[in-house]
């Protein structure tokens, strides 16, 4: 049995090992709650800072080597000293579970590993997600999920799907923030530029209208 992980509980966890993910039933953001709301709620559940300005980013995509999971955990030093609050889906093979148990202890303020069977509660309450696959099929269900609910994606530029489209601040257009090599200093850099643009809410406003908009036209 699957057990979720709390701040102070990261070994209760129960790790899945399938490289390929199972479908799964996704759970749309309840109507009659904010996109803060449920980011606060999340915080509170799992133990973290109960605060909607805290940048908080999604890792989703299961960590394998076949994943390009080295590139995110070779990122981890950056995004520890960006200071966000990181949510991780427990989904890994034994390596690099290892390294995202360990990675948490050192982090148990702000770092939480979400169980696999409940991921979809990151594409929920995220502020962003990354992806780091070079696989469609991989990234496509959760990248429009997390459109839809208005989170932002961060994605390799070579590997998403065509409504995927990269943010333009000039002409304010593009709903996701793309990175043109699967390496960590890109996608570092990715990460960067969509945090500046968390720390603007008029812009990320517009970013997240632009990703909520983008998913409902692709569903139809």
Request: with cysteine; net charge negative; charged share 25%.
């Amino acid at each position: 049995m699957i057990a979720t992980a709390t701040r102070d509980t990261p070994t209760a966890l129960s790790f899945s090992s399938s490289e390929t993910p199972e479908s799964m039933h996704f759970r749309e953001n309840p109507p009659e709650k904010s996109a803060a709301e449920i980011k606060e709620d999340f915080q509170k559940k799992y133990g973290i800072e109960r605060d909607k300005k805290r940048f908080l980013v999604g890792i989703v995509t299961p960590l394998f080597e076949e994943h390009n999971a080295e590139v995110l955990v070779d990122m981890l030093p950056g995004l520890s000293e960006l200071g966000a609050q990181i949510a991780f889906r427990a989904n890994a093979s034994e390596h690099y579970r290892d390294i995202l148990i360990a990675f948490q202890k050192d982090h148990k303020d702000r770092c939480v590993i979400v169980a696999d069977h409940e991921y979809d509660e990151i594409l929920r309450a995220a502020d962003t997600v990354i992806f780091f696959s070079e696989k469609p099929e991989i990234m496509a269900e959760d990248l429009k999920n997390a459109l839809q609910n208005g989170v932002v994606p961060i994605a390799p530029a070579p590997f998403v799907p065509r409504f995927v489209e990269d943010y333009n601040p000039n002409l304010e257009t593009g709903n996701s923030f793309l990175y043109p090599f699967l390496s960590p200093w890109s996608l570092f850099g990715a990460l960067v530029r969509t945090h500046e643009n968390f720390r603007f809410p008029y812009d990320w406003k517009n970013i997240k209208k632009s990703a909520e908009k983008t998913a409902f036209s692709e569903a139809l």
